[in-house]
C-alpha cells in the first residue's frame, strides 16, 4: 500500500489509505462507527442518515463524506457524540411507525439492531404517530413508509436499464415520502427488485411474497454484540425496608401476555414472595391500593379514560413505576389504531364487522363504561416513568431480574441474549 | 423548472398528462419529475385558481394586520386558506415571508405584490377583480423605503450609479489582480456565511476546466430580509456588472441569476437591463473589447423553498432536482452547476465588488471597520416609526442604530432573520461589525447570561440584513413558535434531525405556550436544539435553534412564567379533549344508523 496518511482517532494514532472515506479507514482498524445509509462499494456517500456523525479537526461532520488525509483529528467516541448518535436513532423511532413485533424485517434489521446495540429501550421523543403511506398499487412491491427511514439508498441505487428512477422522494419537510414509479417498477427482474428489497435497511421495500425467505430464529444480526451489557442507572437508591418491598402490578391497553410472562416464573416465584410482597394486582386480586408501594409494574399503554386514571392512580401510590412491555414502552400493537380514524374502528368492530349482529346498530357507550381516547398513548407520556423493560413480552426471568436489581440498588446483570427478542 | 413554470402560470396547475409528457422529453421516471414538483410550494398538481393568492404568514406580517386582512380574503372569496373556489376563479393560500416585511401585511396574486393591505382593502380588491379588472393594474409595485445612507463619500450601494463604470475599471488589470483586489478589501460573504469572496474566486479560478459558472443567489429566503429585492430594483445593472467582473476573474462565461418566484414582478426589469447590457457591448462577447472576454447572463427562477438559498440546494435546484443540500464532499467551486466550478454569490456581495472596482481600493477600506471595511444593508421591520433599508458603515453601535430607525421601546431583536440569534438590551452596546469573533461552538456553550454579557460586550454583531424588532407589548413565544413552524415547513426533508426535529421542538413550544410546561420540557429542548444543531447536514438544521437558544439563555423569565411545577404527571394531557372523538362519534352514529 502506498500513500499512506496519519490520523488520530480519539487520541490514538493510526496510518490509513489516504482518500478513503473515514467509516472505512476505521473500520479497517477495527473501529465501529455505526451507519444506516453508509454501504459498502458505495460511489458516493448520501450522508443522509447523521448516525456517523463525528468530529473532525473541532467540528461535527458525517464520517461517510469525511475522506481521510494527513494529520486530520477524528474524535469518535465523546459521551456527547454517543449520545447524540442515540438521539438521532431514538428520533428514527419517534418519527416512523416502528412495530417490530410485526414487521418482516425485524431481525434483519439495521435499524433495529443498532437500537439493541446502542441500548436504547425508550425514544426520548414523544411518537409523532403520524398517518403514513402504505402503497400496495404496484405490482411487485409494497411500500410501507411507516417503516422507511428516507436514507435514499433505494433512490440512488436502484435504476432502470436506461437509468431512470424507480424511487424518488415526493413531497418535503416532515411529509417527505418515498414514492414507487409503477410503471418504471415492472421494467426490473426479480433479482434486482430483490435486490432492492434487501439494500434497504428497514422493512420499508417488500417484494411480495418473498419476505420470509429467511427462518425465524436464524437471522443476520442474532450473532452481533453478545457480550454487550445493558448500562446501569445510578441515581436511584432505595433501602430495603425491614420487611418486604410492597409491588403492584396492573394490565392497560395489553394482551395479559406480559402478566402471563410475569408467571412463567414457575416455582421460583416463591423466591420472589420472600422479598415481595403483592399489592393491587391481578395477580391478587387486590383492587384498590391498601398501602404506598414501592414498586409499579404497568403492562400496556393507554386507551380509554380509564387507563389514564389507573395510571395517574399508579404514579401518585407508588415510588418506582416501571413500563413493560412495548405496549406501555410505545403503545405497541393497540397503537396501530392510531393511523384510523377512530370512527372507523368503532363501526368496523360494532356495526361492519363480520362477528357483530347484523341490525344491532349500537356500539357500547354508558356511563360506566370507560370512554375511547382519539389516540392510543405510550404511559412516558402520560406519566413519568423510571423504568422500561423491552418486550413482547420481556421473559419473565428478565423482569424480576430487574425488579430485584431495582429493589435492592444492585447491578445490572442482563446479558444482551437475555435481552434480545426478535 | 423553467417549462414547469410556464405550465404552472398557463393552466394554474401542472397535471398528471403534463407530467407524463415532461417527463418522456426529459428522459426521466414520471416519479422522479413528481418528487421534483412537489417540492417546491409554488407548483400546484390540483387547479390552484386563475388568481392565486399567497398571503404572507411571518411573524412581522401576524403583529400588524394578518388575522384580519385573512379573515376578510376568506370571507370575500367564501373559503378557508388552503382552498381554491369551486368556480375555480380564486385560489387562497399562505407562505412564509415574501421580503416585503416594511410593507406587511402583504400578498402576492398571481406573483403581483399587493403591499399594506387592510380589509377594506381586500373587499375592493375582490370585488374589483371580480369585475374583471386587470391584476397588473391593481397591484402596487413595492416601494424602495431607502430610510438611510452615510454621507456621500461613505456611501458604497445607495448613490448614483453609472452603467459601466465599475466594469471599464478591469481593462488593463489581469484577472489575478482582480481576485487580489478584492482579497484586500476583505469583503466577505453577505449572504449570512461571511465566507471571504476573494478566496472563494480564487478557488474557482485555481480550478482548470473548460466551462465555468458565476451564480448569482437572489433567493433571499431569510424572514425579514429585503436589501436584495430592493438592492436589485435599484441598482440592476450594479450586479449585472459585479457578476462579469466575477466571470472575468474566475474565468467564467455563464452567469444566472436565480431569482426566488416571490420577486417575479423584478424579472422584467432585470432582463431589461441585460438587453441595454447586451446593445452596449457589456455583455456578450468580447465584451469592452477584450479579445476573449465572453460572459453571458440568464435568469432562472425559483418556486419557493427557502433551502433553495443554501448554495448547493440552489445548484440542484437550477439543475431541475429537489433542491436538496448535498453533502458537501465537493464545494460549488470544484464541482458546481452541472458538475463544473460554480461560484454563487449573494446580490449585495456582488454589487460590492462591483463598488469596490470602481471607487478603488484605498477609498473603500476608509470606511467601516477593520475586519469588516465599507457598509452593510439592514433590512428593518417590526416595532419601529421607520421600517425599511438602512445602508449603515460597519462599526455601528447598535444602541445608536436603534436611535435610527425610531424603534418604541425595544425588547428583543431577531438579528440575522430566523436562523440568527436573539438580542436583549444587554447587546445594545454591542456593535454591528465583524470584529473579535467567538467561534460559534464557544458562543452556544454560555449557559450563564452574565458570564455572557461579559463575554460578549467586546464582540462584533455580524448580520446577513435582517433586523426585526419587537417592544413591550409582544409576547416572546409566539415569536418563536413562528420560527420553528416555519422551518418546520421549509425542512428539504433529507436529514432527520432536522426534519422531525424542528417538528418536535414545535410541539414543545406550543405546550410552553399553553402554558402545560415544566422545568423538564426545558432542560429537554435545549438537549434537543443541541443534537439538531449537531447532526443536521445542512445550514438550515444547524441554525435552526439558534433564536430558540439563545432567547432561552436572555429571556428566561420569558419561559418561566408559563412554566407550572415539577409534577411526574404530564400536565399537558387533558383527558376531556383525549376523548372528544368518541363522544361526537357516539352521537353521530346514534343519529346515522336510528
Ligand atoms: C438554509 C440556507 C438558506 C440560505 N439562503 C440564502 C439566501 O436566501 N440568499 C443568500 O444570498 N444566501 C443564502 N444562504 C447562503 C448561501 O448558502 C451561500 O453561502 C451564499 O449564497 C454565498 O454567497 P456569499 O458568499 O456572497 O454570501 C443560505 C444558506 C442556508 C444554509
Ligand atoms: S423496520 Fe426494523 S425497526 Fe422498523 S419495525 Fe421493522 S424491524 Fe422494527
Ligand atoms: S425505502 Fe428503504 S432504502 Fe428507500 S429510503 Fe426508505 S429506508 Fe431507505
Ligand atoms: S438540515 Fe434540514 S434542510 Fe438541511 S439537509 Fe437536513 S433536512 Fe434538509
Excluded at chain 1, 198 to 217: R, W
Amino acid at each position: 500500500m502506498n500513500n499512506l496518511v496519519n490520523i488520530k482517532i480519539d487520541g490514538n494514532k493510526y496510518q490509513v489509505e489516504a482518500g478513503k472515506n473515514l467509516v472505512d479507514a476505521a473500520k479497517e482498524n477495527g473501529i465501529y462507527i455505526p451507519t444506516l445509509c453508509h454501504f459498502h462499494n458505495q460511489d458516493h456517500a448520501l450522508g443522509t442518515c447523521r448516525i456517523c456523525t463525528v468530529i473532525v479537526n473541532g467540528k461535527t461532520t458525517t464520517s461517510c463524506t469525511t475522506k481521510v488525509n494527513e494529520g486530520i483529528e477524528v474524535e469518535i467516541n465523546t459521551p456527547e457524540l454517543i449520545d447524540t448518535r442515540k438521539a438521532i436513532i431514538e428520533m428514527l423511532f419517534a418519527e416512523g411507525n416502528h412495530f417490530c413485533p410485526s414487521c418482516e424485517k425485524s431481525g434483519n434489521c439495521d435499524l433495529q439492531n443498532l437500537a439493541y446495540d446502542m441500548g436504547i429501550t425508550v425514544t426520548r421523543f414523544p411518537h409523532v404517530y403520524s398517518n403514513k403511506v402504505v402503497d400496495f398499487n404496484s405490482d411487485r412491491m409494497i411500500m410501507e413508509s411507516n417503516r422507511c427511514i428516507l436514507c435514499m439508498r433505494c433512490v440512488e441505487e436502484v435504476k432502470t436499464d436506461e437509468g431512470k428512477n424507480i424511487f424518488s422522494f415526493v413531497k418535503r419537510g416532515i411529509n417527505t415520502r418515498v414514492q414507487i414509479d409503477y410503471e418504471e417498477e415492472k421494467k426490473l427482474t426479480q433479482s434486482e427488485a430483490m435486490h432492492a428489497m434487501n439494500l434497504c435497511p428497514v422493512g420499508a421495500i417488500l417484494v411480495k411474497g418473498m419476505v420470509y425467505k429467511e427462518p425465524f430464529g436464524d437471522r443476520k444480526y442474532d450473532l452481533v454484540g453478545k457480550e454487550k451489557e445493558a448500562a446501569r442507572k445510578e441515581n436511584f437508591v432505595k433501602k430495603g425496608a425491614n420487611n418486604k418491598f410492597i409491588v403492584a402490578t396492573t394490565s392497560l391497553a395489553g394482551c395479559f401476555g406480559c402478566h402471563m410472562s410475569l408467571l412463567d416464573i414457575d416455582t421460583d416465584i416463591v423466591d420472589v414472595l420472600e422479598i415481595v410482597e403483592f399489592n393491587k394486582s391481578p395477580l391478587t386480586d387486590i383492587k384498590k391500593f391498601s398501602k404506598r408501594c414501592d414498586v409499579g409494574l404497568i403492562e400496556g399503554g393507554c386507551a380509554n379514560s380509564e387507563n389514564i386514571e389507573v395510571l395517574k392512580e399508579f404514579r401518585k401510590k407508588c415510588d418506582i413505576l416501571i413500563a413493560f412491555g412495548e405496549c406501555a414502552i410505545m403503545g405497541g400493537i393497540p397503537a396501530m389504531r392510531n393511523f384510523v380514524p377512530l370512527k372507523e374502528c368503532l363501526e368496523e368492530a360494532y356495526i361492519n364487522g363480520l362477528t357483530s349482529e347484523i341490525g344491532a346498530n349500537i356500539i357500547p357507550n354508558h356511563e360506566d363504561i370507560p370512554k375511547l381516547l382519539n389516540n392510543v398513548y405510550p404511559c412516558n407520556e402520560i406519566v413519568k416513568i423510571d423504568y422500561y423493560i423491552p418486550g413482547c413480552p420481556p421473559d419473565a426471568n428478565h423482569i424480576w431480574k430487574v425488579v430485584k436489581n431495582i429493589l435492592l440498588n444492585e447491578e445490572y446483570s442482563i446479558t444482551h441474549e437475555e435481552f434480545k427478542y426478535d | 423548472m423553467n417549462i414547469l413554470w410556464d405550465i404552472q402560470k398557463k393552466r394554474r396547475c401542472i397535471s398528471r398528462d403534463d407530467m407524463t409528457k415532461i417527463s418522456k422529453a426529459f428522459n426521466i421516471s414520471r416519479i422522479e419529475l413528481e418528487g421534483v414538483i412537489s417540492f417546491y410550494h409554488f407548483y400546484h398538481l390540483k387547479h390552484a385558481g386563475k388568481y392565486t393568492i399567497y398571503l404572507n404568514n411571518s411573524i412581522i406580517s401576524k403583529y400588524k394586520d394578518f388575522y384580519r386582512v385573512k379573515k376578510a380574503f376568506e370571507k370575500e372569496i367564501g373559503i378557508k386558506t388552503g382552498h381554491v373556489t369551486k368556480d375555480g376563479l380564486f385560489g387562497l393560500f399562505e407562505t412564509s415571508c415574501i421580503g416585503l416585511s416594511d410593507q406587511e401585511t402583504s400578498a402576492l396574486i398571481n406573483f403581483n405584490a399587493f403591499t399594506n393591505l387592510t380589509p377594506e382593502k381586500v373587499k375592493t380588491l375582490i370585488s374589483k377583480l371580480r369585475q374583471g379588472e386587470s391584476l397588473e393594474s391593481l397591484s402596487n409595485f413595492p416601494e424602495n423605503n431607502i430610510q438611510y445612507t452615510p454621507e456621500e463619500n461613505k456611501t458604497v450601494f445607495f448613490k448614483p450609479y453609472h452603467q459601466g463604470n465599475a466594469l471599464k475599471k478591469i481593462i488593463g488589470i489581469e484577472p489575478d489582480s482582480v481576485i487580489d483586489l478584492i482579497k484586500a478589501s476583505k469583503l466577505s460573504g453577505r449572504g449570512g456565511a461571511f465566507f471571504p469572496t476573494g478566496l472563494k474566486w480564487q478557488f474557482c479560478r485555481d480550478n482548470k476546466s473548460d466551462q465555468k459558472y458565476i451564480i448569482c443567489n437572489a433567493d433571499e429566503g431569510e424572514p425579514g430580509t429585503f436589501k436584495d429585492r430592493v438592492l436589485m430594483n435599484e441598482h440592476p445593472g450594479l450586479l449585472i456588472e459585479g457578476m462579469t467582473i466575477a466571470g472575468y476573474a474566475v474565468g467564467a462565461t455563464e452567469g444566472t441569476i436565480y431569482l426566488r418566484a416571490e420577486y417575479f414582478y423584478l424579472k422584467n426589469k432585470l432582463e431589461k437591463t441585460i438587453k441595454k447590457f447586451l446593445e452596449k457591448g457589456l455583455l456578450g462577447k468580447n465584451i469592452l473589447g477584450i479579445e476573449g472576454f465572453d460572459f453571458n447572463l440568464n435568469i432562472h427562477m425559483g418556486a419557493g423553498a427557502y433551502v433553495c438559498g443554501e448554495e448547493t440546494a440552489l445548484i440542484a435546484s437550477m439543475e431541475g432536482k429537489r433542491g436538496e443540500p448535498t453533502t458537501k464532499e465537493f464545494f460549488p467551486v470544484e464541482k458546481g452547476y452541472l458538475g463544473k466550478p460554480t461560484v454563487v454569490n449573494n446580490v449585495e456581495t456582488l454589487c460590492a465588488a462591483a463598488r469596490i472596482l470602481e471607487m478603488g481600493l484605498d477609498n473603500y477600506l476608509a470606511i467601516g471597520t477593520k475586519a469588516t471595511p465599507g457598509t452593510k444593508l439592514m433590512s428593518v421591520s417590526g416595532d419601529c416609526n421607520k421600517p425599511g433599508i438602512y445602508e449603515i458603515e460597519w462599526g455601528m453601535k447598535l444602541k445608536y442604530f436603534l436611535d435610527l430607525i425610531e424603534a418604541k421601546d425595544p425588547h428583543f431583536i431577531l438579528f440575522n432573520g430566523f436562523s440568527g440569534e436573539c438580542l436583549s438590551s444587554q447587546d445594545f452596546d454591542r456593535e454591528i461589525s465583524g470584529e473579535n469573533l467567538l467561534a460559534e461552538h464557544i458562543q452556544f456553550q454560555l449557559n450563564d447570561p452574565i458570564e455572557y454579557a461579559r463575554k460578549m460586550s467586546a464582540v462584533g454583531l455580524r448580520s446577513g440584513g435582517a433586523f426585526m424588532i419587537f417592544d413591550k407589548t409582544r409576547d416572546l413565544l409566539p415569536i418563536l413558535k413562528n420560527i420553528t413552524d416555519f422551518f418546520v415547513a421549509e425542512s428539504c426533508g433529507i436529514c432527520v434531525p432536522c426534519r422531525t426535529g424542528n417538528f418536535l421542538l414545535n410541539k414543545k413550544l406550543h405546550k410552553i405556550k399553553l402554558c402545560h410546561a415544566d422545568k423538564n420540557d426545558l432542560e429537554e429542548i435545549k438537549e434537543w436544539c443541541s443534537i439538531i444543531k449537531q447532526s443536521s447536514r445542512c445550514g438550515l438544521g444547524k441554525t435552526s435553534t439558534n433564536c430558540l437558544l439563545t432567547a432561552m439563555l436572555k429571556f428566561p423569565e420569558e419561559f418561566n412564567k408559563c412554566l407550572l411545577a415539577e409534577s411526574d404527571i404530564n400536565q399537558a394531557f387533558n383527558l376531556e379533549k383525549a376523548v372528544d372523538n368518541y363522544d361526537k362519534i357516539i352521537n353521530e352514529i346514534e343519529t346515522t344508523y336510528e
